[in-house]
DNA sequence: GTTGAGCGTT
């Protein structure tokens, strides 16, 4: 294993307004969009004002990070970053991208 | 046009 990145994107201080559609519409330009998933409560159901956005590489979720981290979406400032706590890796297979990009041979 | 740091819901 090389680089842990991780798939799975977290983005934060997202407007109320903002649904997963608008998310995958946002993050899909920079990548396939595989999950987008936005937090919100178990009780009141209220929206909590952060999601996190699954690709199929690690390369996508890096570039659509740096490409929407400090963008206005909705008329908000949100922040991308990569998820701490993310699925682990379920398939090898898409988790293949940087450490198993050909260097050579 | 709901509250604004955070790492998890159907």
């Known amino acids: 294993m ?10 934060s201080r997202l407007s ?9 519409k946002w993050f899909s330009p920079y990548g396939v969009v595989k999950e987008a998933r ?7 159901l209220r929206p909590k004002g952060y999601a996190f956005i ?4 690690e390369v996508e979720a890096q570039k659509a990070m740096k490409a929407m981290n400090g963008r206005i979406v909705n008329g908000k400032l949100i922040f991308v970053e990569v998820a701490k706590t993310e699925t682990p890796a379920e398939d090898a297979k898409t988790t293949r991208t940087i450490e198993d990009s050909p260097s050579g041979k």
């Open 2 to 11: 090389a680089n842990r990145l991780g798939t799975q994107l977290f983005v």
């Open 54 to 57: 699954r690709f199929e590489s």
């Open 38 to 44: 936005i937090i919100r409560d178990s009780k009141t």
């Open 16 to 24: 109320f307004y903002t649904n997963t559609q608008e998310l995958k």
